[in-house]
């Protein structure tokens, strides 16, 4: 069997800034801290986390005063800051910068009076967060069916924002539908979706075509992963996406000659080489990764957590 590795594939930098905040806040202050909602949609990285003593809560009423509470890289809208603030907890925020970005848009936008419409998934982490920055001014569309339908006030003043991990393709027929019903429409001076779920898809496009089945490695949890494996089914391949190698079923590789595997941005890369190891089990495989776009972005931890003296400065001391 042949096995492709698309490149670029797992963490991307919002994803490594992240994880780093969480070890670094341990580190810094002991166990145990605490993380609102999952710092990345990943259950590997979940577990180990709280392994290492971090505690991942769905409310912040669940958090000890004065304790130290982390932000995960999807964000969240201003009510969360709010509610840390009445518990007196000392917040890093592990917001991804380009999530924050469209943070910033959001608020920029209604601030100046505004009506929004955000192109995302319903219920997501980064969705719920973004949605609270544009103050209620905001209409939700997730897909081409709701570009048709929805029914928006007459304004003048109407801009759309999107969620980063969106599928292109999807993005693109939508906004294409909203600037038929909505010509004044105005969009983000730089696009919202960020330059790693751009790369996944791209190598999954380029590449998918060259296999008789793709592999996604990546937490059904996780948009970006989600929308990789649906990427590669809309070309026609047979695509399972998978935590990690116990869920492959020999099953999938009968009369199977090349395999793509790619994985999503908050996966980290033992996963995908467990699923190499499980296939070159099974027979003997040869190995290629293809490089279809390079990647070297990186993006620095918080100040207040960069050195104990800075945080105690930032936070007045524990
Ligand atoms: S997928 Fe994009 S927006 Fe999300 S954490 Fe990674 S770089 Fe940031």
Request: charged share 25%; glycine share 6%.
């Amino acid at each position: 069997m042949h096995l492709i590795l698309a490149k670029p594939r797992g963490f991307c930098a919002g994803v490594e800034r992240a994880i780093q905040c969480v070890k670094r806040a341990l580190e810094l202050f002991g166990k145990p801290v605490y993380v609102l909602n999952h710092i990345v949609h990943n259950k590997h990285v979940v577990k180990s986390l709280c392994e290492q003593g971090a505690v991942f809560v769905r409310d912040i009423d669940d958090v000890p005063q004065n304790s130290i509470l982390l932000f995960s890289a999807h964000g969240v809208g201003p009510e969360q800051w709010e509610k840390a603030k009445k518990r007196n907890l000392k917040v890093i925020d592990a917001t991804c910068p380009l999530v924050e970005r469209v943070h910033r848009s959001a608020k920029k936008y209604t601030e100046q009076d505004y009506t929004l419409i955000l192109i995302g998934d319903a219920g997501h982490d980064e969705t719920i967060g973004t949605m609270g920055w544009a103050k209620g001014k905001v209409f939700l569309v997730q897909n081409i069916e709701e570009a048709r339908s929805i029914e928006i006030p007459p304004t003048e003043q109407l801009a759309y924002i999107t969620q980063t991990t969106l599928s292109i393709e999807d993005y693109e027929s939508i906004v294409k539908i909203l600037y038929e019903r909505f010509p004044s429409l105005r969009s983000p001076s730089k696009g919202n979706i960020c330059y790693a779920t751009t790369n996944r898809q791209k190598a999954v496009l380029s590449l998918a075509e060259k296999a008789d089945i793709v592999i996604v490695v990546g937490d059904a949890e996780s948009a970006n992963s989600r929308r990789l494996a649906d990427i590669a089914k809309r070309i026609g391949k047979k695509t399972y996406l998978v935590l990690d190698a116990t869920e492959i079923q020999a099953t999938w590789l009968e009369g199977v000659k090349t395999v793509l595997i790619t994985s999503g941005a908050s996966v980290p890369e033992e996963h995908v080489q467990g699923v190499v190891k499980f296939l070159c089990s099974i027979e003997p495989c040869t190995v290629e990764e293809v490089c279809v776009a390079s990647e070297n972005v990186h993006f620095e931890i918080p100040p207040e957590i960069k050195g104990k003296d800075s945080f105690l400065h930032n936070f007045g001391g524990l």
